[in-house]
């Protein structure tokens, strides 16, 4: 039909984006296709509604020179092919008409410019300028253009870099992931709803840790989440030392996620120890000690989740309950214990124990953070 309808309009339309690289992947059903016009992509959807038998309702978004519409369970979205220029203080571009090949160059990276003809005389051709399919073959990231300027102009893929990595187990090419940490600073402009939106794809994914060591990697979860990475490194005094917390804390998501599917369960396992950096003394008597810490960190919880406009509702409750209670794993995990205290905090848990033994075990079955540092560093 878009096909039908782009004849109709005397321009031409390419399938480009997420739909065409998963495809490609076999992954998964999609949910939205984006189509770009080489012309008008308001025309191109109202026509394409036109030939469709129930005649689709379509969404324009004058300002922004795109439209929508809903067919087959797909959100179709209809964009005109466009070139970009970026102000340094912004990631909104100033936009004018362009060619596919324009088009293709403004995105981000190689395997999300690929673009497959809906056109006549070519169609289901593959226009590949960047050599993408390459990419997906080699399971790289790497920017159509030069890094630098693909993540200055919009910060926010230095984020997107590191969740596809995650979701789909790709490399970030080399020069990238420098780029990545040069531009570092530049974060500071994405809104903290579009960081949490990609740190919540990275803690979806089957082995979330690979993000958060890339994000560590990057010096980009320094900036977003200082509280994490204050839990990194091993300090000896008098021959005693405590393990490395942040390793053992991203070695806790991934244990957790072969559990669990559920989000905030993964918050609760990547906050569960964030009480440990402000608490941490060393007493002569017992060594190493976080005393206070699971109260400290469920105070945390809440200033990270403001800060980072995560909303603060009963979810946020839940991630503070987990985190509060996940230090006594041995004895809540111990059906023999009669401790009135221990008692009590199964019956504080309540409907949550099974959450919070999960997270338990977790935690327990974590033994060697500094071999996991190691695994991540190579
Ligand atoms: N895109 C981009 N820069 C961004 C966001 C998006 O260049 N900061 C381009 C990419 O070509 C991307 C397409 O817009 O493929 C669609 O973006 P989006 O729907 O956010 O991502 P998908 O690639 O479809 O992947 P996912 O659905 O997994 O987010």
């Not at 369970?73 to 912004?90: C, Q, T």
């Not at 905030?264 to 569960?272: D, E, G, K, T, V």
């Amino acid at each position: 039909t878009i096909s039908k309808a782009t004849e109709e309009t005397g321009h031409e339309s390419y399938v480009i984006g997420g739909y065409v690289r998963d495809h490609i992947l076999g992954r998964g059903e999609p949910k939205d296709i984006d189509i770009v016009a080489v012309g008008s992509g308001i025309e191109l959807a109202k026509k394409v509604s036109g030939l469709l038998p129930h005649k689709p309702k379509v969404q324009v978004f004058k300002n922004f020179g795109t439209a929508m519409l809903r067919a087959e369970n797909l959100e179709i979205e209809f964009v005109g092919a466009r070139k970009e220029s970026y102000n340094r203080d912004s990631r909104k571009p100033m936009v004018e008409d362009g060619t596919l090949e324009d088009d293709q160059n403004r995105r981000d990276f190689t395997i999300n410019a690929l673009a497959l003809s809906l056109n006549a005389n070519s169609y289901g051709d593959l226009v590949d300028p960047f050599n993408g399919m390459k990419d997906l073959e080699n399971k790289v990231i790497k920017t159509p253009l030069d890094p630098d300027i693909t993540y200055s102009d919009d910060p926010l893929r230095m984020m997107r870099a590191i969740r596809f990595a995650t979701q789909l187990n790709f490399k970030i090419e080399k020069e990238s992931l420098k780029a990545i940490t040069r531009n570092k600073e530049r974060i500071k402009i994405i809104s903290n709803e579009r960081i949490v939106e990609e740190l919540n794809k990275i803690l979806l994914a089957d082995k979330p840790s690979v993000g958060f060591a890339l994000l560590h990697k990057t010096g980009l979860l320094h900036l977003i989440m200082p509280q994490l990475t204050a839990l990194e490194g091993i300090e000896e005094i008098e021959g005693q030392r405590h393990k490395d917390n942040f390793w053992h804390t991203l070695e806790v998501v991934d244990n957790i996620s072969e559990n669990t599917n559920y989000l905030w369960l993964r918050w609760a396992a990547l906050l569960h120890d964030i009480g440990k950096a402000p608490s941490k003394r060393f007493d002569k008597k017992i060594g190493w000690t976080f005393h206070g810490h699971e109260f400290l960190g469920a105070k945390m919880v809440y200033r990270l989740f403001k800060q980072l406009r995560l909303p603060l509702n009963e979810k946020m409750k839940y991630v503070q309950k987990l985190v509060l209670m996940s230090s006594r794993p041995i004895v809540i995990a111990d059906e023999n214990v009669t401790d009135s205290a221990v008692r009590r905090l199964v019956f504080d848990a309540g409907d949550d124990i099974e959450d919070l033994m999960t997270l338990c075990e977790a935690d327990i079955t974590t033994k060697n953070p500094k071999r996991f540092k190691k695994y991540h560093n190579n």
